[in-house]
Nanobody, 124 residues
Framework: QVQLVESGGGLVQAGGSLRLSCAAS????????MGWFRQAPGKEREFVAT????????YYSDSVKGRFTISRDNAKNTVYLQMNSLKPEDTAVYYC?????????????????WGQGTQVTVSS
């Protein structure tokens, strides 16, 4: 029904920036909230950011608030994560996901489709 593919990850020095993209194929995601999660080695997957169906509302984890910005372009079936002031602790595989709801949510179980992930590595 829906396929999500992340891109834009890579290696960056602390203090630098990266922009992740998540391209959707199949059915449109216009009516649903989207989210970004991340998972570092040996740790559980954690919530990063979410945006509602019409891009009017966003919500961020405390660890990234003020540094990361989530956005979406429904015409392009794409969601973005602009990451600024990156820290070594941001190193993780970043996953894009589609929610079953239209409103923002940080609850992992409420996301029904997931991308394959893209690696972000921040050096000190």
């Amino acid at each position: 029904q829906v396929q999500l593919v992340e891109s834009g990850g890579g290696l960056v020095q602390a203090g630098g920036s990266l922009r992740l993209s998540c391209a959707a194929s199949g059915r449109t995601f216009d009516s649903y909230a989207m989210g970004w999660f991340r998972q570092a080695p040996g740790k559980e997957r954690e919530f990063v950011a979410t945006i509602n169906w019409n891009a009017g509302r966003t919500y961020y984890s405390d660890s990234v608030k003020g540094r990361f910005t989530i956005s979406r372009d429904n015409a392009k079936n794409t969601v973005y994560l602009q990451m600024n002031s990156l820290k070594p602790e941001d190193t993780a595989v970043y996953y894009c996901a589609k929610s079953k709801y239209s409103s923002t949510t940080s609850i992992e179980k409420e996301y029904t489709y997931w991308g394959q992930g893209t690696q972000v590595t921040v050096s000190s």
